[in-house]
């Protein structure tokens, strides 16, 4: 089997400037980036660095937009996933110095999911037929801190390991 087609996104964010909003928004900022299943799955410092390298990933917040749309899930990353993170992770180690540590799967859905099948896996008349794939968009991170920068790394795809 080959590996899906993915697009990638890439984050880089100064700590400080991020905890600073964090810091500003709370409780209030975390809930409006994260989902109450996904609060104990990624260090707080990193959510919007990850959340933005998967929006980086779509190409952009898509009409209909939500934080939400990206929810970390507590299964790691398949096997596939993680080589091609390590590898990623790899050239952005040997550019920024930062080793990439944290690592997450995620669930996309609502406008980023639909924006990442009008990409990967589109037809002929553009959107027909990409219902048959909803609940499939699926995600991995990857994240690093150091040297007083947040950097993170995102892939999305379809996962068609169901009935394909």
């Given at each position: 089997m080959t590996a899906p087609a993915v697009l990638i996104g890439v984050d880089i964010v100064d700590a400080d400037r991020l905890a600073r909003a964090g810091d500003r928004g709370g409780a209030l900022f975390r809930r409006?980036?994260?989902t109450s299943a996904e609060r104990d799955l990624v260090a707080d410092d990193a959510v919007f660095s990850v959340k933005e390298s998967f929006i980086k990933a779509v190409g952009g917040r898509p009409p209909g937009f939500s934080?939400?749309?990206f929810e970390a899930r507590p299964e790691r990353p398949a096997a596939w996933t993680g080589r091609l993170l390590d590898e990623a992770s790899e050239e952005l180690t040997a550019s920024t110095g930062l080793t990439l540590t944290g690592d997450?799967?995620?669930?996309?859905?609502?406008?980023c999911g639909r924006?990442?099948?009008?990409?990967?896996?589109?037809?002929?008349?553009?959107?027909?037929?990409?219902?048959?794939?909803?609940?499939?968009?699926?995600?991995?991170?990857r994240w690093g801190f150091g040297a007083g920068l947040l950097v993170s790394l995102a892939i999305v795809f379809v996962d068609r390991k169901e009935g394909s």
């Open positions: 409006h980036l994260t934080w939400h749309d997450a799967s995620y669930a996309v859905r609502g406008a924006a990442v099948l009008a990409r990967l896996a589109p037809h002929e008349d553009g959107m027909a037929g990409v219902a048959s794939y909803e609940g499939r968009v699926a995600g991995a991170a």
